[in-house]
């Protein structure tokens, strides 16, 4: 059984430029979160997708948007990209709303570099 | 911005058991206490989560004060691979409620 698998491993950019990650959730988890990790920091939450919508979002500008298609998998896309960007960017999977709380599984992230 | 205050880092030598203390003095009646650990290059991993009685699983011990204020992971025998970044965290009971994570505590198994 896949875990959560994120592509691509490590990504180079520069500033202003525009980038998609992608995430594929682990089997039958429907429900896909993104989050953000700055070097020394812990993860901060993105948004989550679950249906194809957006349904809860963290304190990240319009610039982070994402996508979700009906595989469950998602994207997260960043536009004009800052060197602030830089960063492990992780995707989690869980089930939703089955009236249990679940864990969410981490895929193992791109880290994305912003020159 | 997260509700749990942890030790920065902690050492503990091989095949000895390591507790990780955690402080959620303002912790809600509905809100769990969560334990996730992230080994250096990956993404974090869900150890364990309780209410308020004690809670064990292959992996770890966890106990919580009857006040609930503060919490104690244990790992009865700590090994090499224990090494990492552990994130103590409060959660409301959701499968899919948000995780707010703080800095963690860096733990150094010493062989």
């Known amino acids: 059984d896949a875990g959560v698998t994120q592509s691509p491993t490590h990504l180079i950019k520069t500033r202003g430029q525009q980038v998609t990650l992608r995430c594929s959730p682990k089997s039958g988890h429907d429900t896909v979160s993104w989050y953000q990790q700055a070097l020394g920091q812990g993860p901060q939450f993105i948004f989550q997708y679950y249906e194809e919508e957006e349904r809860q979002r963290g304190n990240f500008p319009d610039r982070f948007s994402g996508h979700q298609f009906p595989n469950y998998s998602s994207e997260l896309n960043v536009n004009a990209l800052l060197l602030g960007d830089s960063a492990l960017y992780l995707c989690?999977?869980?089930?939703f709303g089955q009236g249990n709380s679940y864990e969410q599984y981490f895929g193992p992230g791109t880290r994305l570099t912003v020159t | 911005d997260a509700k749990t205050t942890q030790p920065t880092s902690m050492d503990c030598a091989e095949g000895r058991a390591a507790n990780l203390p955690c402080n959620h003095s303002?912790?809600?009646?509905?809100?769990?206490v969560y334990w996730y650990r992230q080994i250096h290059s990956q993404g974090p991993q869900y150890i364990i989560h309780g209410l308020k009685n004690n809670e064990t699983n292959e992996m770890a011990s966890l106990i919580i004060t009857e006040d609930r204020k503060s919490s104690t992971l244990i790992l009865p025998h700590a090994t090499l691979r224990d090494t990492a970044v552990y994130y103590c965290i409060v959660r409301v009971y959701s499968g899919n409620t948000p995780l707010v994570f703080g800095k963690g505590t860096r733990l150094s198994v010493i062989a």
């Open positions: 989690a999977s869980s089930p």
């Open positions: 303002t912790i809600s009646g509905n809100e769990y």
